[in-house]
Each structure stands twice: as C-alpha cells, then as structure tokens.
C-alpha cells in the first residue's frame, strides 16, 4: 500500500507556472506507474499526465501537451508535474494517483492509490 500526498497547488495568473509534488510513502513507489488527474466543478476526473515505473514514457493529455510536464524521483519517492502556460481553463483540483496493475491509462479505475487533492486556480 501507498500513501500519496499532493503539494505545490495555488493561485497564479494565465501564462504563469506552477509546480506541483506528490509525495508517496513505501519502499515500493518504483513499482508503480504513477498519474496526474484533475477535476473541475461538474466535470469528470481526467488524466492529464502519466508516466512510467523508471521513466522514459510518458503520456499527455492534448489540453496541456507541451505546456505540463511529468517526471518522477524514485529516490524521493516524488512525483512531479510542471505547469507552464498555464490557462483558466486549468483551473481545477489536481490529483496524483498510483497505478500497480497496469491495465489502463486514462481512466480513475485503472488506478489503485489517490492524494487527497490539491487546488490549482488560474485568473484571466
């Protein structure tokens, strides 16, 4: 089992950036892939980033592909999701999840292990 615990969300501007940080506790994080999902009011959660046990595969959503960027440091046990050029439509509450069974990607189901969430909002 895995306990995750998200930080590093807030309030910025449009354009601006912001860093967020998943802090997982265990000697097994290495063993799991690991995903960003977020939620906005009356919207369902999606994946927006995810990547690999070790890295070297990495998967965005289209809304934030080449503006986030996920990576992971097994020794911290971290996982990381940079957000640049960020909109309003970003505005959301962003969640790390741990992924032990690798049958899917995009969807909350395919993901065993959640944070707690933290808010991310993003003025025009």
């Known amino acids: 089992q895995v306990q995750l615990v998200e930080s590093g969300g807030g309030l910025v501007q449009a354009g601006g950036s912001l860093r967020l940080s998943c802090a997982a506790s265990g000697r097994t994080f290495s063993t799991y892939a690991m995903g960003w999902f977020r939620q906005a009011p009356g919207k369902e959660r999606e994946c927006v980033a995810r990547i690999s046990r070790r890295s070297g595969n990495e998967y965005y959503a289209d809304s934030v592909k080449g503006r986030f960027t996920i990576s992971r440091d097994n020794a911290q046990n971290t996982v990381y999701l940079q957000m640049n050029s960020l909109k309003p439509e970003d505005t959301a509450v962003y969640y790390c999840?741990?992924?032990?069974?690798?049958?899917?990607?995009?969807?909350?189901?395919?993901?065993?292990?959640w944070g707690q969430g933290t808010q991310v909002t993003v003025s025009s």
């Open positions: 999840a741990a992924d032990s069974r690798f049958t899917g990607v995009l969807s909350p189901s395919d993901y065993d292990y």
